[in-house]
């Protein structure tokens, strides 16, 4: 009995063993869900456009903004992620969309027709696009423009509704952006513009544009919001995902109430839900309105305190604008000065032409007057005196070579003045550690502003340090600097019995260059901003308000510093303070 026991135990032992190893064998060779691919652990990169309020823009700050932007930070800081923004035109970040160097587009119209490019994330916002014109223009519709140029932003929505309405017969002209279509417009170059309403009226605001304006109707509404390469279903979860928490949380509604105002209010309310409401109202009525006055007042303040804090943003808003005015000012003025240094360095190399042959002719022909002089010597004691160029030649023949030595001189001279205006107009960007004498600079300056000096005074005096010790520098630099105070100098001055001083001087650790002059002065408030860019008291007889700026970099760059002292109406005294070479 025991023997048939252990054989129907070792039978069972058997059975249950074979069924393990088919089952773990089965369990292997199973063929397993492919798993998804993880998420980068780089941060996420987003395309951006740098000019869309109030969905994604630039601050002054260089600081990304929007309701795009706060959303995409909202979206990573739920799901544990980092963001980074890259602003790229429309077509460029369609393409880095495709190549995986951008994994998310944060701004995306869904017209609602087949896409192959994009996956879209649920929409959290709808856009309307407009039709824009001139104040003065008579369209009312895109029928209207028949034959007529508009303005689309390249890539973009407006563009392909166009090219697919041939029939409207309508040539569309893209730019980079919704706001050179603006500018555009407004200057009367196109005849309409395509473009969305919302960032259109701000846009406006802040060019300050009030000539156009879009028809009433918008042309139509687009979903609009977060867009993915098609195909990556990783990552369109993470930002549906993303977008779902925001909502649950309330964390949507304040994004968007703080960019766009507040939500509609949700359709469809139960009666349950009003009978609750109700209850909840009727319940502290009573109370509620013994608490009025007491309310009024906490509202008066908030209103007061809240107004002063609008008055404090427009106040700022209006100081942003006008820097930035006077920033394109600043630009534009740097810009002619380039151009004005390209045309001098020209001009001084047309001049140097002609003087070269006049350097190389002139010898030649005093070394031919000294061979003509005697036969022309003895033709006089010959046959008595006679004309040349139409003068006797008795006047003439010692006229002639203080003539020609005089021009000899003057064309070398043309020739120090051009070398030295090509030094000055040439970038150097030589270190500025060799020695340098101060007094050879102020020396080669003068040649240049010689002229204006004769013509601004009668009173110039050099009083220049003989025992001035070598500097550390860049020698054509602070020959700028000498130059500008000269001529800064000269046009101080009223009257030519006013005098200029040019001196300079050795200090206990330092080396000075004075220029000192007898004009109209400063006033007191205008001397902390002399070296500004830009500022000058003398704009309307040319000046440009850079000579004193560039000097003082270039004093700083030196190790050293310009300083001004004056009296209005009894002069100006100039310092440039130089530390000795160690």
Request: charge should be negative; include cysteine; aromatic fraction near 6%.
């Given at each position: ?15 249950v063993?074979?069924?393990?190893i ?7 060779c ?8 993880p ?10 456009n740098?000019d ?12 990304p903004a929007?309701l ?9 800081e ?7 923004f ?6 460029e970040?369609?393409?880095?969309l ?7 587009l944060?701004?995306?119209?869904d ?14 916002s ?10 003065d223009?008579r ?7 028949s034959?007529?140029?508009v ?6 929505e407006?563009q392909?509704f166009?090219?697919?309405?041939p ?11 919704l706001?050179?279509?603006?500018r ?15 960032p ?12 156009l304006r879009?028809i009433?109707?918008p ?21 549906t995902e993303?977008l779902a928490?925001?909502k ?10 703080k960019?766009?105002?507040p ?7 139960s ?7 109700g209850?909840?109202?009727?319940g502290?009525l009573?109370l509620?309105m ?5 309310w009024?007042?906490?509202?008066k303040?908030q209103?007061r305190r ?10 700022e808003r209006e ?29 001084a190399?047309?001049?140097?032409n ?9 010898p030649?022909l ?6 003509i002089?005697?036969?022309l010597?003895?033709?006089?004691e ?18 002639i ?11 070398g ?7 030295d ?10 270190p500025?550690?060799?020695?340098v ?8 300056a ?8 004769k013509?601004a005074?009668?009173?110039?005096s ?11 520098g860049?020698?054509q ?17 009223n009257?030519?019995?006013?005098p200029?001083?040019?001196r300079?001087?050795m ?5 000075r260059l004075?220029v000192e ?8 408030e ?16 040319g000046?440009t ?6 000097s003082?970099g ?7 510093r310009?300083?001004?002292s ?17």
């Amino acid at each position: 009995m025991i023997d048939k026991v252990n054989f129907y135990l070792q039978d069972a032992l058997m059975t249950v063993s074979c069924n393990l190893i088919f089952a773990l064998l089965a369990m292997l060779c199973w063929p397993l869900p492919a798993l998804a691919d993880p998420l980068p652990l780089r941060p996420l990169v987003i395309g951006c456009n740098p000019d869309f309020p109030p969905y994604e823009f630039v601050m002054l700050s260089g600081e990304p903004a929007g309701l795009n932007v706060d959303l995409s930070r909202a979206i990573a800081e739920v799901m544990g992620v980092e963001v980074e923004f890259r602003y790229v035109p429309w077509d460029e970040a369609r393409r880095q969309l495709a190549a995986g160097r951008l994994d998310i587009l944060e701004g995306v119209s869904d017209s609602g027709a087949g896409n192959t490019e994009f996956d879209f994330a649920p929409p959290h916002s709808q856009i309307y696009q407009a039709l824009w014109v001139r104040n003065d223009a008579r369209y009312h519709a895109l029928s209207d423009l028949s034959g007529q140029q508009v303005l689309v932003v390249r890539g973009r929505e407006m563009q392909h509704f166009l090219a697919q309405r041939p029939e409207l017969r309508i040539e569309s002209i893209a730019v980079d952006s919704l706001e050179d279509a603006l500018r555009l417009l407004a200057i009367g170059r196109y005849a309409a513009a395509l473009g969305a309403k919302l960032p259109g009226e701000y846009l406006l605001g802040r060019l300050q544009v009030e000539s156009l304006r879009p028809i009433a109707r918008p042309l139509l509404a687009e979903e609009y919001g977060f867009a993915v390469k098609k195909g990556n279903k990783e990552m369109l979860a993470l930002v549906t995902e993303g977008l779902a928490l925001l909502k649950q949380s309330g964390q949507y509604r304040q994004i968007y109430n703080k960019w766009l105002g507040p939500l509609p209010a949700p359709e469809g309310i139960s009666r349950s839900h009003i009978i609750r409401l109700g209850g909840m109202i009727l319940g502290p009525l009573l109370l509620a309105m013994t608490l009025v006055l007491l309310w009024s007042w906490t509202l008066k303040r908030q209103v007061r305190r809240r107004t002063a804090d609008l008055k404090l943003e427009v106040a700022e808003r209006e100081r942003a604008m006008g820097e930035l005015e006077r920033h394109q000012q600043q630009l534009i003025q740097a810009d002619k000065m380039t151009s004005l240094g390209v045309l001098v360095s020209g001009v001084a190399h047309e001049i140097n032409n002609p003087n070269a042959l006049l350097l190389l002719n002139l010898p030649q022909l005093q070394r031919a007057w000294v061979d003509i002089a005697p036969l022309l010597d003895e033709r006089l004691e010959d046959r008595g005196d006679f004309s040349v160029g139409r003068l006797p030649y008795s006047q003439m023949r010692s006229e002639i070579p203080e003539m020609l030595g005089e021009m000899q001189a003057s064309a070398g001279r043309i020739k120090r003045i051009v070398v030295d205006l090509k030094d000055f107009a040439r970038r150097d960007d030589s270190p500025v550690s060799t020695l340098v004498d101060l007094n050879q600079v102020v020396e080669a300056a003068l040649r240049l502003v010689e002229n204006p000096l004769k013509n601004a005074t009668d009173h110039f005096s050099l009083q220049l340090d003989k025992s001035l010790p070598l500097i550390g520098g860049n020698g054509q630099r602070i020959e700028q600097v000498v130059i500008n105070l000269l001529l800064n100098a000269c046009q101080a001055l009223n009257d030519p019995a006013q005098p200029i001083v040019l001196r300079t001087l050795m200090g206990t650790e330092e080396v000075r260059l004075e220029v000192e002059d007898g004009g109209c002065g400063v006033a007191p408030e205008h001397l902390a901003q002399l070296t500004d860019p830009f500022f000058t008291t003398r704009r309307e007889s040319g000046g440009t308000g850079l000579g004193l700026s560039v000097s003082a970099g270039i004093a700083h760059e030196h190790g050293g510093r310009l300083e001004f002292s004056s009296t209005p109406g009894q002069g100006t005294l100039a310092r440039l303070i130089l530390p000795r070479k160690s």
